[in-house]
């Protein structure tokens, strides 16, 4: 599909993710004027400030967003029950799209105002202006051009910054960006970063156009634009309040997913499951980068995500990997109870590791079997690995050393043209994940781990246990799925969505109809605390 | 309002002042920076109502100095500084410095203000009525000698240097101050229309009779323009008078200036 035809037919969503995308550039970028303007003045006041207040603002600046999101989610800082601090959505995001616009903000607010000639300077207070006549008379009027060319700047990085506030569901055009990076669709990511190019070019040249306007006088302007901003903030206040007012939430269940195909579909899944079965509505916030599910839950911002055991055992409560399975699946369950409140449910029945991959008529020809099978062919055979693969501590060099490997070349290459390079006999054996579509679909065939290398990542539905306590029917409703969920039955679903590119929610409701689980069954729907027995 | 104060005023001279009385008097003043480094000594003088009084010397003599501690952009670090018979310390600076007119080298008109919004700053800044500020700013257009009728709507950079600093007389005169305090106003002129603004000034402080604090290094303007001339060299005063004294004077110092009188008035464009 053009990129055209996609805008076509999807204008809808390309004119609501637009305008979630203005709206995040505007609040932040008024909110950085109203606080970097006054901080920038103040720094003019009391030079003694301007190193640690320019270091900080300096600072946020090489804060990586995810690492920013990561500190900020756990927060907790409330003003009339209204969470204006932490946890994920859109005020989250506001706040560290403000911190990252501060800097240009306010060292162009104290660079104009310091380079205001001091003969004029010194003129005004002769002539008896007080500090704040010349402020607002003399200094801000001449140091205008320098601040708008500060709020520029900074209102462009924040278009571009913008689109990272898809990693924690605060929408914008960062959405069709991040799907399409997932689903390796260049239409897709040029669907979010063109029409983000494009508002970056607009919103220059309007500022430009207002720069050159008010680099005319006069003092009047000044406070018609000190008030624009105000009122935007407000307005932008109010949104915000609006968007983390808390509502219904005491009847929802926010189901969560960290940010690839499976992880949307395995939500999507316990999201149709809960709204059939539990009569309880649902909250979707899929899309999460980085570990910023498992912080979201932590942060009660969401109830329910997918998981992985290896993951948790290795990334989240950071031990060695283990090989079995059952002893990962206990251990992870015991810990995350202990320290985090949360419960693991039972598995969906698919483990999602590595799998070493050759091709069908190879694997048919040669006999080959287990990894075990490849080693004498190895020294003849060139290998593709993903960038990941070759560095983790599970990954390559475990791995050759595990099973005697030796290949005659091994090329580290992104993940997804691993399949192609293999599929086209560049390479002749890859590392690809264990539920990936494309295996079945290019006839790839998987060996099996039989000296049990690489670490289980059984998928499984993680819940709070507040949760739990308030909606015991979640739990036998989730357990549904346990062991629903085959290898290839993933394989499958992740197929119909990346590769024939279907909607999440419908390849969902088939599966579930597959599996008779669309039919409500018989569970009592139970909300806050069970009333005493008659 | 002011007759009491006139009254107050005229105690405080009374019990202040020992001989001469003026409208400014410096009592011992000194003027030393954090540095160490003194930039006026032990500076006593008093400047008479009405004179105009021309503070004379090299770069780096204490001239801009001594003229910062009269509108108290500086303060003693010694002695005091009366204006009006009371210490500049004691006064409010922000109303001080209303009553005092200042003009400093072109450079010190706002360049985002137009000519009639620079001249009625004071009375801007004073709550005068919009009609009362537009007629002030009509009748000191007329006073340097520039059109009413052209001239408010123009911005700094739209003017000559001579037209720029007869805009800056203007707003020093702009609230009617008793005293007017001139920083090398016409330094950056060229010598004819120095002279033709030098001329106009006169002229105006005949009518005007403002208590005129003049600064400059250019002694043909000292003694065109001077009722008395005091001549500053390193901080220190070494001669307060007429220029009659001034050439009389057996002050090496004085030699020095004097010499120059007597020099062809160069011509404009010669080396």
């Not at chain 1, 950085?32 to 640690?52: D, E, F, M, N, W």
């Not at chain 1, 839950?297 to 329910?304: C, H, M, P, R, T």
């Not at chain 1, 197929?495 to 569970?523: H, I, N, S, T, Y």
Request: charged content about 20%; proline content about 5%.
């Amino acid at each position: 599909m053009s990129l055209w035809e996609f805008f076509l037919a999807s204008r809808a969503e390309l004119l609501q993710l637009s305008l979630e995308h203005l709206f995040l550039v505007a609040v932040s970028t008024g909110i950085a004027v109203v606080l970097g303007i006054p901080l920038g003045i103040l720094l003019t006041r009391s030079p003694s400030l301007s190193k640690p207040v320019m270091g900080f603002a300096n600072i946020m600046q090489t804060v990586p967003s995810l690492a920013l999101f990561g500190f900020l989610i756990p927060l907790n800082v409330y003003v009339l029950h209204v969470r204006v601090l932490g946890g994920i959505g859109a005020h989250t995001a506001v706040v560290a799209l403000v911190l990252y616009a501060l800097l240009p903000i306010i060292r162009n607010t104290f660079t104009g105002i310091e380079s205001v000639d001091p003969a004029i300077r010194e003129a005004g207070r002769a002539m008896g202006m007080t500090g704040s006549q010349l402020l607002f008379q003399v200094e801000m009027p001449l140091a205008l051009g320098f601040i708008l060319a500060g709020v520029r700047v900074a209102t462009v990085i924040s278009v571009g910054t913008a689109t990272i506030a898809a990693a924690i569901d605060a929408g914008g055009l960062g959405r069709y960006i991040f799907r399409g990076l997932r689903m390796n669709d260049n239409t897709l990511i040029l669907a979010g970063a063109v029409p983000a190019a494009l508002m970056a070019l607009g919103a220059d040249f309007i500022l430009g156009k207002i720069e050159r306007v008010y680099r005319a006088p006069v003092a009047l302007r000044l406070r018609r634009l000190i008030w624009a901003a105000m009122v935007l903030v407000a307005a932008g206040g109010v949104w915000l309040a609006v968007m983390a007012y808390p509502g219904k939430q005491g009847e929802r269940i926010a189901v969560g997913s960290k940010d690839f195909t499976e992880q949307i579909i395995l939500g999507e899944l316990m999201a149709q499951l809960i709204e059939s079965h539990a009569g309880l509505s649902v909250r979707r916030r899929f899309d999460l980068g980085g570990n910023l599910a498992h912080e979201a839950l932590l942060a009660g911002e969401i109830d329910v995500y997918p998981e992985y055991t290896g993951t948790g055992l290795t990334v989240i409560l950071r031990r060695k990997p283990l090989s079995d399975a059952k002893t990962v699946y206990e251990t992870v369950k015991e810990q995350y109870a202990d320290r985090f409140g949360v419960e693991w449910l039972t598995p969906f029945g698919f483990n999602n590791t590595f799998a070493i991959l050759v091709r069908g008529d190879d694997a048919r020809r040669l006999h080959l079997q287990r990894i075990s099978d490849i080693a004498r062919y190895a020294p003849a055979w060139r290998a593709g690995f993903g960038q990941d693969f070759m560095s983790r501590p599970d990954g390559y060099q475990g791995f050759i050393r595990a099973y005697g490997l030796k290949f005659k070349e091994a090329r580290e290459m992104d993940l997804s043209l691993t399949y192609r390079a293999l599929a086209q006999g560049q390479v002749d054996v890859i590392a690809g994940n264990s539920t990936d579509g494309l295996i079945a679909r290019q006839g790839l065939f998987q060996l099996a781990d039989d000296r049990s290398y690489f670490p289980p990542y059984d998928a499984a539905p993680l819940v709070r246990q507040e949760t739990l306590a308030r909606f015991p029917v979640l739990r036998d409703v989730l357990n549904l799925l346990g062991g629903a969920i085959s290898v290839a039955e993933m394989r499958e679903l992740n197929f119909q969505v990346d590769g024939e590119g279907r909607d999440v929610k419908q390849v969902a409701a088939e599966f579930l109809r597959a599996k008779g689980l669309d039919q409500p069954q018989k569970f009592t729907r139970v909300r806050g605390p069970q009333p005493a027995a008659p | 309002m002011s007759s009491a104060k006139s009254r107050e005023t005229r105690d405080v001279i009374m019990v202040n002042s020992e001989e001469t009385q003026g409208a400014i008097q410096f009592e011992g003043v000194s003027f030393t920076l954090p540095s160490g480094k003194a930039l006026l000594e032990d500076l006593s003088l008093a400047v008479h109502e009405g004179e105009t009084l021309i503070l004379l010397g090299r770069s780096g003599s204490g001239k801009t100095t001594t003229m910062k501690l009269i509108n108290r952009l500086l303060d003693p670090t010694r002695g005091r500084v009366l204006v009006e018979g009371r210490a500049t310390t004691d006064w409010d600076p922000i109303r001080l410095r209303r009553r005092i007119g200042y003009v400093i080298q072109e450079i010190g008109l706002f360049p985002h203000f137009t000519v009639a919004q620079n001249i009625g700053l004071v009375p801007r800044l004073e709550r005068w009525d919009d009609d009362r500020i537009r007629e002030r700013v009509d009748t000191l257009l007329e006073l340097v000698g520039l059109d009413p009728r052209i001239f408010p709507h123009r911005y700094p950079q739209e003017l000559s240097g001579g037209q720029r600093q007869r805009v800056g007389v203007a707003r020093a005169l702009a609230a009617d101050p008793p005293i007017v305090l001139l920083d090398e106003p016409f330094g950056a002129l060229d010598p004819i229309t120095r002279r033709e603004i030098q001329r106009e000034f006169l002229a105006l402080q005949r009518r005007l009779r403002k208590t005129v604090v003049f600064v400059t290094h250019d002694v043909r303007e000292a003694f065109f323009l001077a009722t008395r001339i005091g001549l500053l060299k390193d901080g220190k005063i070494l001669l307060l008078g007429t220029p009659t004294d001034l050439l009389r004077s057996q002050e090496p110092e004085a030699h020095s200036f004097t010499a120059c009188l007597r020099d062809p008035e160069p011509v404009p464009g010669a080396p």
